[in-house]
């Protein structure tokens, strides 16, 4: 069993920067593609950004391209989102989540494990 958990998640203005963590209690970090996922009231969960087991291959949804960057420290086991000139429409729940292969947690938004969420709140 793998555990996931985000942090780093607050109140922010509009325009403003946040970022968020993921730290992983499983020892085999590396093997997994990342990602982050969001969900706003009334909306479905969409996945946002995504990243290979090795950090080589990234991936962003059009709605926060040029303002998301993910990355990811496997020695710390520890995935991050830093995100900038954020929006209103940003507000939601983000969640961390690891897949088995890059490839179907694009294709086919396949997760393994989730994390508890944290919140973001734009204020305008």
């Known amino acids: 069993q793998v555990q996931l958990a985000e942090s780093g998640g607050g109140l922010v203005e509009d325009g403003g920067s946040l970022r968020l963590s993921c730290t992983t209690s499983?020892?085999?970090?590396?093997?997994?593609?990342m990602g982050w996922f969001r969900q706003a009231p009334g909306k479905e969960r969409e996945l946002v950004a995504a990243?290979?087991?090795?950090?080589?291959?990234?991936y962003y949804a059009d709605s926060v391209k040029g303002r998301y960057t993910i990355s990811r420290d496997n020695a710390k086991n520890t995935m991050y989102l830093q995100m900038n000139i954020l929006k209103r429409e940003d507000t939601a729940v983000y969640y961390c989540?690891?897949?088995?292969?890059?490839?179907?947690?694009?294709?086919?938004?396949?997760?393994?494990?989730w994390g508890q969420g944290t919140q973001v709140t734009v204020s305008s």
């Open positions: 499983g020892r085999t970090f590396r093997i997994y593609a």
């Open positions: 989540a690891a897949g088995q292969s890059y490839a179907t947690l694009l294709g086919s938004s396949l997760v393994s494990y």
């Open positions: 990243i290979s087991p090795s950090g080589g291959l990234t």
